[in-house]
């Protein structure tokens, strides 16, 4: 009574965490003030600092990823502001959600499901009137579509509107660079690229960014940003943050993120990218077909494209007989598409191998593949 099954994490999230990381949550308790402990948390924001690339606040705050939108969006955005929201996908209409709770006049730009968002159209909508405020996410998680960040940041800085990126699932997995990119608020979390436990959402915050940030007063406090960088300030000699941080949550982040960093951001985008053309290459010689192009598709999670009225089937069969936990997906391609997670730890041609000769023992075994 009281366990749960323990499978290899094959799903685009929480990774699978190696154990020196597992180590730091089993720690006894350390106050999560006094010198110590401040000197520790500003050295963990500076490592973040190498990983998002920017010279800008990093903030670490206890809650999901979800936390981190809100509170860059709820931030930023001024209640009159028109806003912009760049969708293809689950995690796009999750922004869209999040903004709409905090202003009224909000277009969406769509692309379909397995296509990426173009910045020329991006451009051309930003030329229509001025939009304070736009949204995107990197890795559409949901179909593994790596929508192109730094050309939109790009047509973002030539229109002066603040850009808010999602990189929950790109960042430690694909390149980001903030300050370069001029990426305004960019937001991430510990349980996919950084291979930490769950419960952290990372918010960068560019320093151009704080001019949005200030105008008013946004409603709220906890996922406020300006209440976080007043407590970084004032209490940053002893408390550096508002709240009681989880203190084992940001040892096992500070100790991925040592990980990440040791292992080298370019090696790690190569291995990726590697194992990435390696899984695709092999899905399509057992007659499985990537749902999204080449040339867009994510180096951390794949969608894959039935088996016909097996997916279900071939999950389950992943789990119950090998231990695999993959993932589906949502709404209309429900049934018809799953996804792999290959991010971090998985992301090895040990773990790809594997999940493909398994996958032949399936196709095999139902007279689908020869
Ligand atoms: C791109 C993206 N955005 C947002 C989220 C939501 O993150 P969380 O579930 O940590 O709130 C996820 C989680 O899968 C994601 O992949």
Redesign the pocket.
């Known amino acids: 009574m009281g366990q749960l099954p323990r499978y290899k994490l094959l799903i ?2 929480p990774v699978e965490v190696a154990p020196e990381v597992l180590d730091e949550m089993a720690q006894p308790l350390v106050a999560h003030y006094g010198p110590e402990w401040t000197a520790y948390y500003k050295e963990t924001v500076e490592l973040l600092r190498r990983v998002f690339r920017t010279k800008g606040d990093i903030f670490i705050i206890p809650g ?3 936390a981190g ?1 809100d509170a860059a969006l709820g931030s930023s955005i001024a209640p009159t502001d028109k806003v912009l929201i760049l969708s293809n996908g689950f ?1 796009g209409q ?1 922004l869209l959600e999040i903004a709409q709770s905090h202003a009224t006049n909000i277009e969406v730009l769509s692309a379909p499901l397995g296509q990426a968002l173009d910045p020329m159209i991006v451009k051309k909508k930003l030329a229509t009137g001025h939009f304070e405020v736009v949204a995107v ?1 990197h ?3 949901s179909t593994g579509v790596l929508n192109p960040l730094q050309e939109i940041a790009a047509v973002c800085q030539e229109h002066r509107a603040l850009l808010i990126a ?1 990189t ?2 790109s960042l430690g997995i694909e390149p980001v660079c903030m300050d370069d990119w001029g990426i305004g608020i960019c937001v991430s ?1 510990s ?1 996919k690229g950084l291979e930490a436990p ?1 419960g952290l959402a990372l918010v960068a915050v560019g320093e151009e960014a704080w001019r949005w940030i200030e105008r008013g007063n946004k409603p709220g406090w906890y996922l406020n940003l300006k209440v976080w960088r007043e407590y970084t300030q004032k209490w940053g000699d002893w408390h550096p943050h508002p709240i009681t941080q989880p203190v084992n949550n940001i040892r096992a982040l500070r100790k991925s993120v040592e990980r990440v960093l040791k292992e080298g951001l370019e090696n790690r985008f190569n291995r990726h990218k590697e194992v990435t053309t390696y899984l695709r290459q092999g899905l399509r010689e057992l007659g499985l077909t990537p749902f999204v192009a080449d040339e867009i598709a994510s180096h951390g999670v794949t969608s894959v494209v039935g088996p016909e009225g097996r997916v279900e089937e071939l999950l389950v069969y992943l789990r119950e007989q090998h231990g695999m936990l993959l993932a589906g997906t949502l709404g209309e391609l429900r049934g018809k598409v799953f996804r792999i997670g290959h991010m971090g730890p998985t992301a090895k041609f040990d773990f790809v191998r594997e999940l493909l000769e398994t996958c032949a023992q399936y196709l095999k075994h139902v007279g689908a593949f020869s």
């Open positions: 685009p999230g999901s990823g979800s939108l995690f999750r996410v890795c559409e998680t999602d929950i699932s979390a349980q769950p």
